[in-house]
Structure formats: structure tokens, C-alpha cells
């Protein structure tokens, strides 16, 4: 088959990529290897999403019901059930990519895809039958898989990656999950709402490294009032499958020596998964390396999404996709490059940032000003009975201008869109603070952060 454009790789990048081309009116295959959606839809994003709302439901029903009023008798979870739900809805999810190929004319081609030459792509469908197929671009979109910890191979039973942990047919009473990023903590939340005994060990100083000091230490507070054991700026020196437990020998400020759980969950990363056949130049690190308009050393072939590297967001891959593919088939399009984007973690507080940490324009020299507020101030934070966090707020100290924002706490994540359209269209604090921000709304604790840089908060 002869098609303009072939993408392989189904997930938040490949599935874009295929139906933006096919808007264009290109003729278009997408070549998947699991199911449409990819990893985000089926093993990632979709599923954790589900997973965590479960527990946050039952986290408030086990630990705050009389709060609000509520009392019960005898109340349970059905373990399988609560896996079953987060398979059902990511299956809703990924057939509705399928109707959305169907609906754009992307022929949809199940199996692995190779590139044998430019312009020239092998599939080998899951009965081990070959087909050929070329095109004038081909685009690269098969993601990462999550990156192993050497001394502790997985086994899917009692080492496991993030895939496992959304399946795990029984619930393990003890768990250490290596690695405090985003994957890491959204599973320690997961799985200590059931009851699970977790323990957390991360090798950096602080809870979610990636983001602000002052969020990182906050979630851990939070975490451990939750009953999560924190062990930040800790290594692990050794470690044991013991068959029925698994042993880790750790070293830091709060613990030296060994920790022993049912069940290990590895969350240190991720890898690039590349597809089979002729491969492109790679980075230092593994990634595909791609130019500008992303394309690859291949001529024709072009690359997106986390197999080319940070920051492995599937809303950022999406970004890329559109750009990629705009870049190709629309006149005069320059692509644009991943340079502000929004970073989420939908643990219990939520956290989500943009822009610059505080720590990084220490380091840059650049002059800025501080406006934070706790939800406590804001009415709807109260009503709701979601108090815990707060937001964050980095201005330039000569233009005004937004240079990041850092949220802790209830819907952390649908705040943060906000914040990152101000700083796409460079909107300084005066603008932001001359925006009306409905009452009561979780939105108000922006504008009063942003009133706070300036000294003028109101109701803190």
C-alpha cells in the first residue's frame, strides 16, 4: 500500500499525528502494535486517572465521612472490581479512537512496525505475517516503557513497573515504590488508600524532584499525615527477591538498612521504546535525535513524542504531533518547539506547575517576586472541605511578567491552564489581577497570589 504519511505508533503523538494528516486530506496508516491510544490510554494517563478517583473516594468515605455528615456501617471495596473499572474505561477510551480513525479514513494496521529503508515500512501482525508499505514521510511515535532498575529485574508478580501495578489481582499488604516522581506518588496514593503499607524511597532530596522546593516538601507533610512513609534523599545500596517478599537495603537521613515488602514497584523513569529495522541517530541518553521541523537522520523520517526525548507528556507529544505534521503539509507552517508546558500529578493533594522554579532563577540570577496563598483563604476551598495547599506564584520583578506558577491542592490540575496560557501570551500580574475570577471558585486562589506578589492580598 502507497500512503503520504505513515505513522508508527498509536499513542497521544501517533494517534494526532495520523488524524490531523488525514484532516489535511492525506492518505494515511497508523501502524500500532498493543491497541489505539497507546500507553496513555491503555497502561498510563487513562487508567491511573480512574484508579486514583476510586481511591480518593474511598480515602474520603474511610476518613472523613463524618465530616460531612455521613455515616455507614461495614464499609468495603471489592479489589477486582476497582481494577475492572479502569480496564472498562480505558477500553471506552481506545475504541474511540478507533472510531475516530475510522471516521478520518486512517487505515488503522495492527503489529510492529520497521522501517526497512526511507519511505519504506515492514509490519509483522501478532501471527507473525509480513506486510510492506511505504510512503513519502513516515513519522515515529512509539513512546517509552518504564526503565528498570539493573539489580532488580521485573518479574510482574512481586517486581513490577506501573503496568502491573493497574492489574494486580490481589492487593499486596506491604509495598516500596522506588522513585518519587509523578508515577511513583499517584501509585503510593493508589495503593495506601486501600490500606497497603507504602513505603517511598527516592534517591533526591525531595518529593516530585522536578518540581518546586517548597511543592516537593509540602507533598511529603501531606503524604505522611496520610500514613506514606517518605524516605527522600536515600539510595538503595542493595537489593534481595526473596520470593515471598523482596528486600531493599537502603541508606539516608531517616533510615539505614532493610526494608522488606510484598511488592516492589520500580518508578525511576522511563526508556524510549524504538521501532524495529533501519534506526535513526540516537542522543547520549537513547532518545531519538530529532532537528527543528523534528525530523530524524533518516531522510523522511521524522520523530515525536517521548521516544525523542523530555519532557514525556502526553499532552506534549500531542503538541508535537500537530506541529510535526502542520510542519509538513501546511504551507508556510514553521514548528514550534515543546518550551512552556504544564506538568501534573494527580496524587492526593494534586500538583501542577509551569514555567521556572524559584530554585532554577535563583540559579539563572533573575530578579523576581514571590506570591503565595493557601487554599485556607479561599471560601470555596473550605466549602468544599479541601483546605490543604497552595498556590504559588513567580513574577519578573521588572516587567511584571508570569515566570512560573506552582500549585498544590485540591484541582491543582485545571488550574494550571490558566497559568500556562498567561505565559504563552506574556500576560503580567496587573493583567492577571485585572482579571475577574468568579466567586466562590478554587480559581480565586490565582488571582489572590497574584495580588499577594505585589503586597495586596486581601484575604490573607
Not at 499513542?11 to 494526532?16: D, E, K, L, S
Not at 500500532?32 to 473516594?57: H, S, V, Y
Not at 533526591?204 to 507533598?219: C, K, S, Y
Not at 500549585?407 to 490540575?413: D, K, R, S, V
Request: hydrophobic share 40%.
Amino acid at each position: 500500500m502507497a500512503y503520504d504519511l505513515i505513522v508508527i505508533g498509536g499513542g497521544p503523538a501517533g494517534y494526532v499525528a495520523a488524524i490531523r494528516a488525514a484532516q489535511l486530506g492525506k492518505k494515511v496508516a497508523c501502524v500500532e502494535a498493543d491497541r489505539a491510544g497507546g500507553t496513555c490510554l491503555n497502561w498510563g494517563c487513562i487508567p491511573t486517572k480512574a484508579l486514583l478517583k476510586n481511591a480518593e473516594l474511598f480515602h474520603t468515605l474511610s476518613h472523613r465521612a463524618k465530616e460531612f455528615g455521613i455515616s455507614f456501617d461495614n464499609l468495603q471495596y471489592d479489589w477486582s472490581a476497582v481494577i475492572g473499572r479502569s480496564r472498562k474505561v480505558s477500553d471506552r477510551l481506545a475504541g474511540g479512537i478507533e472510531f475516530l480513525f475510522k471516521k478520518n479514513k486512517v487505515d488503522y494496521i495492527r503489529g510492529l512496525g520497521a522501517i526497512t529503508a526511507p519511505g519504506k515500512v515492514e509490519v509483522t501482525a501478532a501471527d507473525g505475517s509480513k506486510s510492506a508499505a511505504e510512503a513519502k514521510h513516515i513519522i515515529i511515535a512509539t513512546g517509552a516503557k518504564t526503565r528498570p532498575l539493573p539489580p532488580l529485574p521485573f518479574n510482574g508478580t512481586n517486581v513490577i513497573g506501573s503496568k502491573e501495578a493497574m492489574v494486580l489481582e490481589k492487593q499486596p499488604k506491604s509495598m516500596i515504590i522506588i522513585g518519587a516522581g509523578a508515577i511513583g506518588v499517584e501509585f503510593a496514593y493508589i495503593y495506601n488508600a486501600y490500606g497497603t503499607k507504602v513505603t517511598v524511597v527516592e534517591m533526591l532530596p525531595r518529593m516530585v524532584p522536578v518540581e518546586d522546593d517548597e511543592i516537593g516538601d509540602a507533598l511529603e507533610k501531606s503524604f505522611t499525615k496520610q500514613g506514606i512513609r517518605c524516605l527522600v534523599n536515600t539510595k538503595i545500596t542493595k537489593t534481595e527477591n526473596k520470593g515471598s517478599s523482596v528486600e531493599v537495603t537502603v541508606e539516608g537521613p531517616k533510615e539505614n538498612g532493610v526494608l522488606t515488602a510484598d511488592v516492589v514497584l520500580v518508578a525511576i523513569g522511563v526508556m524510549p521504546v524504538l521501532p524495529g529495522g533501519t534506526q535513526p541517530e540516537l542522543t547520549d541518553r537513547g532518545f531519538v535525535k530529532v532537528g527543528d521541523r523534528y525530523e530524524t537522520s533518516i531522510p523522511g523520517v521524522y520523530a515525536i513524542g517521548d521516544v525523542s526525548g523530555p519532557p514525556l507528556l502526553a499532552h506534549t507529544a500531542s503538541f508535537e504531533a500537530m506541529q510535526c505534521v502542520e510542519g509538513l503539509y501546511v504551507e508556510g507552517h514553521v514548528p514550534r518547539k515543546v518550551t512552556v508546558f504544564p506538568g501534573c500529578t494527580y496524587c492526593h493533594p494534586q500538583v501542577a506547575s509551569v514555567g521556572k522554579t524559584e530554585r532554577q532563577l535563583k540559579e539563572e540570577g533573575i530578579d523576581y517576586k514571590v506570591g503565595k496563598i493557601p487554599f485556607v483563604a479561599i471560601g470555596k476551598a473550605i466549602a468544599s472541605g479541601e483546605p490543604d495547599g497552595f498556590a504559588k506564584l513567580i513574577y519578573g520583578k521588572k516587567h511584571g511578567e508570569l515566570l512560573g506558577a506552582h500549585i498544590i491542592g485540591e484541582n491543582a490540575t485545571e488550574l494550571i491552564a490558566e497559568m500556562g496560557l498567561a505565559m504563552d501570551q506574556e500576560l503580567t500580574a496587573d493583567e492577571i489581577h485585572a482579571t475577574i475570577h468568579a466567586h466562590p471558585t478554587m480559581s480565586e486562589v490565582i488571582h489572590e497570589a497574584t495580588l499577594a506578589a505585589d503586597g495586596h492580598a486581601i484575604h490573607f
